[in-house]
């Protein structure tokens, strides 16, 4: 089995199987087990899929803002520590992220500047 690396650490062997690799978006662990035993229960059942499609979505995230399938834009700066802190402490109460409210900013920047 490969070793896995988690939070920095590197395992292997049986205990690297117990060790949660994946989490699905409902907050379910995948371990390295349970992903072995997935993909010999679908080369077992292959025939059952035969004329199945199966659609894997390309990427995960949220919708782009150019709209349509594309990718946005992106726009990198640079903060000071404490304007960072300050953002975030500012996202949190408002329940975002420093991302969201840095666009917020800029386009209302944008906005007012015509």
Do not use: H, N, Y
Not at 6 to 20: D, I, L, N
Not at 29 to 52: H, K, N
């Amino acid at each position: 089995m490969a070793d896995v690396v988690r939070g920095g650490e590197v395992m292997s062997g049986k205990k690297a199987a117990k060790t949660t690799v994946w989490t699905t978006p409902d907050g379910q662990a995948i371990t390295e087990d349970d992903a072995a035993r997935l993909a010999q229960e679908f080369e077992d059942d292959d025939a059952a899929l035969e004329g199945v499609e199966i659609t894997f979505p390309r990427k995960a995230g949220r919708p782009s803002l150019a709209g349509g399938s594309g990718t946005s834009p992106q726009v990198t700066f640079r903060l000071s520590p404490s304007v960072r802190e300050r953002a975030e402490r500012l996202a949190a109460d408002r329940g975002t992220t420093v991302s969201a409210l840095a666009r917020e900013a800029l386009e209302q920047l944008v906005r007012k500047a015509g």
